[in-house]
């Protein structure tokens, strides 16, 4: 059984920055692509982040980019998402996923999932 979870989430405040990681078990790391979700209130989950099992291809959505960077450490099993210059729409509880797939934008593709981490960012 694969296991992932998150942590680092928090209250920040607008323009802060909060760095969240993902520990995964139960497999191994290094043949799993990794992905980040959010889902906001009344909201569906949405695609952030993703990057490749060799770390070689990371994968953004158009709203973070140049502010997020996913990435990972094979040697420890982990996966981070540092979040940068954030904003009040970035709020949302975030979730890791992990996947065998090739197909990394769409939650549908993910095997596994964390229990989620809250980010607050106050205006």
């Known amino acids: 059984q694969v296991q992932l979870v998150e942590s680092g989430g928090g209250l920040v405040q607008s323009g802060g920055s909060l760095r969240l990681s993902c520990a995964v078990s139960?497999?191994?790391?290094?043949?799993?692509?990794m992905g980040w979700f959010r889902q906001a209130p009344g909201k569906e989950r949405d695609f952030v982040a993703a990057?490749?099992?060799?770390?070689?291809?990371?994968y953004y959505t158009d709203s973070v980019k140049g502010r997020f960077t996913i990435s990972r450490d094979n040697a420890k099993n982990t996966v981070y998402l540092q979040m940068n210059s954030l904003k009040f729409e970035d709020t949302a509880v975030y979730y890791c996923?992990?996947?065998?797939?090739?197909?990394?934008?769409?939650?549908?593709?993910?095997?596994?999932w964390g229990q989620g981490t809250q980010v607050t960012v106050s205006s």
């Open positions: 996923a992990a996947t065998t797939s090739v197909v990394l934008r769409s939650p549908n593709q993910y095997n596994y």
């Open positions: 990057i490749t099992w060799s770390g070689a291809g990371t």
């Open positions: 139960g497999r191994t790391f290094s043949s799993l692509a």
